[in-house]
């Protein structure tokens, strides 16, 4: 005699977990990965001496986004906001991968900067200027 083990869970259930499961590859815009299926806003510091900080956070400069001019013509530093985390979103124009950490979606993952700013329009380019 053989047994099978029969499905226990609801429709409901098998929807949200066919939701949960499909590769999503983009952030929405105003946001950079963080990465374990998360995206959090991304904020541009203009105030105080570029001089008297470290520049960029680690996880975004070089990624592609760009802050405004700041008073002293310099370029902002880009963080990470405190603002509650946003969830990965599958978009179809782009690779479907999870994109690397500091990057607005999978389109922009093993990209320089300069490659990303050179194609007009800029290369996956959903976060802008902040």
């Known amino acids: 005699m053989?047994?099978?083990?029969?499905?226990q869970s609801t429709p409901k259930q098998v929807l949200i977990?066919?939701?949960?499961?499909?590769?999503?590859?983009s952030c929405p815009k105003g946001h950079a990965y963080l990465g374990n299926g998360l995206c959090?806003?991304?904020?541009?510091?203009?105030?105080?001496?570029?001089?008297?900080?470290?520049?960029?956070?680690?996880r975004l400069g070089g990624k592609g986004c760009t802050c405004k001019a700041r008073w002293d013509t310099g370029g902002g530093s880009l963080r990470f906001s405190a603002t509650p985390t946003m969830p990965l979103s599958l978009n179809k124009e782009y690779?479907?991968?999870?994109?690397?950490?500091?990057?607005?979606?999978?389109?922009?993952?093993?990209?320089?900067?300069?490659?990303i700013k050179a194609s007009e329009p800029p290369i996956g380019m959903g976060l802008g200027k902040l």
């Open 17 to 25: 977990q066919s939701i949960i499961a499909k590769p999503k590859n």
């Open 40 to 58: 959090g806003h991304v904020s541009c510091d203009t105030g105080g001496i570029r001089a008297l900080f470290s520049g960029h956070g680690p």
């Open 2 to 7: 053989q047994f099978f083990l029969v499905n």
């Open 95 to 115: 690779p479907v991968q999870e994109p690397e950490v500091g990057r607005n979606n999978s389109c922009q993952n093993g990209l320089t900067e300069k490659v």
